[in-house]
Structure formats: C-alpha cells, structure tokens
C-alpha cells in the first residue's frame, strides 16, 4: 500500500474529516485514484503557533475579519477543525499530535481543481500552505479509517511504500 507525509496538524485534521483535500502543485498518480492509502503525518514538529491562530479563528471569530478569511482558505470544516486542536492544545488538556507515524488510512479521489474547490467554500482561492503554487489540485480523501493507535515510521517525500504487515512482525 503506498503512503504519503503530511505535516501536522494537517494529517490529523484529515483523518477526523476536517480536511477534505489534500492539496498539491500535482495530480495524484492515476495508478492511486480510487486506492486506500496510508495517511503519514511527518516528524516534523507542529508549528504550535499556527495551530493556536487556527484554533483561535475558527472557534472565536468566524468571518470577522482577514485572518479568518485566510483560515477558510484552508477548506476546512471549523467543527470538526475545532475538536483537534483542542485534543492536540494543552490549554485545553491536548496531548499533541503524534508525528513520525502512520495515523491511518484514506480511499484517494479524482483530484480537482483548486479553484473549484475554493469556490465551493466561498472563498478566492485553496490553499493549506504558504506556498501559493501548492494548491493547483485537490485530492479527496474519503472513506477514512483510523487505526487504534499511531505506528511510528520515518516518512518520505511523494508517495512511498507502507511496509506490509508482516514487516512489523505481526
């Protein structure tokens, strides 16, 4: 089964059905399209304060002002944002997010384009990084299952083998 890394708070984000697309400067492969894979959140460390502003916006303000309108550039649906931050923030009893470790898995869809995505948002433009070139396709992931507890694995760039279960001695 193949994987893809993503940075935190993303992955986790992904797997409660906050984040609906995935997005990238690339189409997904077709060999994927329809295929469960592994969701992988990267070892790097989350960016604490990006994750407080999130949370703060989609809790507090709603659409009061630029920074939320960036936060709903990111496609996410508040609610379910909301509850993640909070499991991962220590103001609110959060024990972080795992990193370096597969989180689960989701069906990869027909990418689309970036655009339409935002605009089924109501907003300009999609984007989940600062990179204005990274949004150009959205991947839906659906269908998602999440496994009882995180497996720690070193991560890779663009799509790359999950071992196989029995590579884990079980």
């Not at 997010?97 to 597969?102: D, E, R, T, V, W």
């Not at 869809?109 to 433009?125: D, M, S, T």
């Amino acid at each position: 089964m193949k994987a893809l890394t993503i940075w935190q708070p993303w992955a986790s984000l992904i797997m409660a059905g906050a984040k609906p697309y995935e997005f990238r400067g690339w189409r997904a492969p077709r060999s994927l399209i329809g295929q469960r894979i592994v969701i992988h959140a990267a070892a790097r460390p989350v960016d604490e304060e990006a994750v407080s502003n999130l949370y703060y916006v989609m809790k507090f303000c709603g659409e009061c002002d630029s920074i939320a309108r960036e936060a709903q550039e990111t496609c996410l649906f508040p609610a379910k944002a909301v509850e993640v931050f909070e499991q991962h923030l220590p103001a609110y009893g959060g024990k972080g997010l795992p990193i370096g470790a597969g989180l689960g898995t989701a069906l990869l869809g027909e990418p689309r384009n970036g655009i339409e995505i935002a605009e089924e948002f109501g907003v300009p433009r999609a984007n989940d990084s600062e990179r204005d070139d990274h949004a150009n396709w959205g991947w839906p992931l659906t269908d998602i299952e999440i496994w009882d507890e995180p497996i720690p694995m070193k991560g890779k760039q663009g799509f790359w083998n999950w071992p196989e279960p029995k590579d884990f001695g079980l």
